[in-house]
């Protein structure tokens, strides 16, 4: 039943590319939005959780849709993490440069990838 329900949720993400766009966008968003809006982290460290989480997702959406496009994939979501780091620099409220978020964006991409090479490859070599 779950191999059926995660081949049935890898097809579907595969056949909407406009998915990994709006999550790249919503990840924009996130890290666009002033600080002081957020509520409070509830344990130290939170944040670069968050961070992880983000690029994760982002990494195994993007091997789902573009399987064959792995190292253009990983060197992108490492690039926009860092990307998004000079951005909130320029922001004029309370937004700044962290490396550790660069770094927790970083970490979330190996992590989707391990992810996808080591649970979805079987479903991904029988979708293409």
Not at 14 to 39: E, H, N, Y
């Amino acid at each position: 039943m779950i191999s059926n329900l995660l081949q049935t949720t890898v097809r579907f993400i595969a056949q909407r590319q406009w998915i990994i766009w709006l999550w790249s966008f919503l990840i924009l968003v996130a890290c666009t939005w002033p600080g002081k809006d957020m509520p409070g982290a509830p344990v130290a460290g939170f944040d670069k959780i968050v961070h992880t989480g983000l690029f994760t997702v982002w990494t195994i959406l993007a091997l789902i849709i573009y399987p064959e496009k792995s190292r253009l994939i990983v060197g992108l979501g490492m690039a926009y993490g860092l990307g998004l780091e000079f951005y909130q620099q320029l922001l004029p409220f309370d937004r700044t440069f962290d490396w550790w978020d660069a770094v927790a964006d970083a970490v979330g991409v190996v992590i989707g990838y391990s992810v996808t090479n080591v649970f979805l490859k079987n479903y991904l070599q029988r979708l293409y």
